[in-house]
């Protein structure tokens, strides 16, 4: 079973605050996605990264970093946070066998930025 | 790059009614398209998918439907139950068998099966 991890399921942080998220998968895979899911918005990628130390920007990048060091972890840096990164934050990694490209989600870390 | 449009954004039915879910997308290129099903408080999990080679896929009460001409692929519920009751996500990408698997995702739509 797949399972991907994330570091924390609530977290509250200050305004101007660093903040890192962090995704963990055992299964080898080797893209990685972070997305924000807002209420009648969908999920919207952040960054993505196809190997160990490769990083492509998604649909809003913007206050957003990433770095991915290790195969299994990705993280999600705001490097000074705002209010409106409010959200809920998913991380995705992705399956690919038999023509089937399945993305496997994390449970998902609600922030809340004050 | 791909733009993903989903509609409606709500529906409710009766139990046993039929949904369907409509999105369109604007890149001719996209390949391959798969629908997520999330349950209130849990992940998004992958429920079907179909790739642009194939114009209908069915598995028991869900099947979905692609017409690549006019660039749009439905999602069709049968006989719908309690908890087929979620937020329904249409996505579509291009994959080419390089390293890219970057999906684009619809807004969503709230089904409610209403007992």
């Known amino acids: 079973d797949v399972k991907v991890t994330q570091s924390s399921r609530y977290l509250v942080k200050r305004t101007g605050e660093k903040v890192f998220l962090e995704c963990v998968q055992d299964?080898?895979?080797?893209?990685m996605f972070w997305y924000r899911q807002d209420p009648g918005l969908g999920l919207r990628l952040i960054y993505f990264s196809y190997d160990v130390k490769m990083k492509e920007k998604g649909d809003i990048p913007e206050g957003y970093s990433v770095s991915r060091e290790k195969k299994e972890r990705f993280s999600l840096i705001l490097e000074s946070a705002s209010t409106n990164q409010t959200s809920m934050y998913l991380c995705?990694?992705?399956?690919?066998?038999?023509?089937?490209?399945?993305?496997?989600f994390g449970p998902g870390t609600r922030l809340t930025v004050l | 790059g791909e733009n993903v449009e989903q509609h409606p954004s709500t529906l409710s039915v009766q139990e046993g009614d039929s949904a369907v879910i409509k999105c369109t997308y604007s890149d001719s290129a996209s390949n391959y398209f798969p629908w997520y099903k999330q349950e209130l408080g849990k992940r998004p999990q992958l429920i079907i998918d179909i790739r642009s080679n194939v114009g209908e896929k069915k598995d028991q009460r869900i099947a979905v439907t692609l017409n690549k001409t006019a660039k749009h692929f439905s999602l069709h519920i049968t006989e719908t139950q309690p908890e087929d009751s979620a937020v329904y996500f249409c996505a579509a990408s291009f994959n080419s068998g390089g390293s890219n698997y970057k999906l684009t995702f619809g807004k969503g739509t709230l089904l409610t099966v209403n007992p």
């Open positions: 299964m080898d895979h080797e893209n």
């Open positions: 995705a990694s992705i399956q690919l066998a038999g023509g089937r490209n399945e993305q496997f």
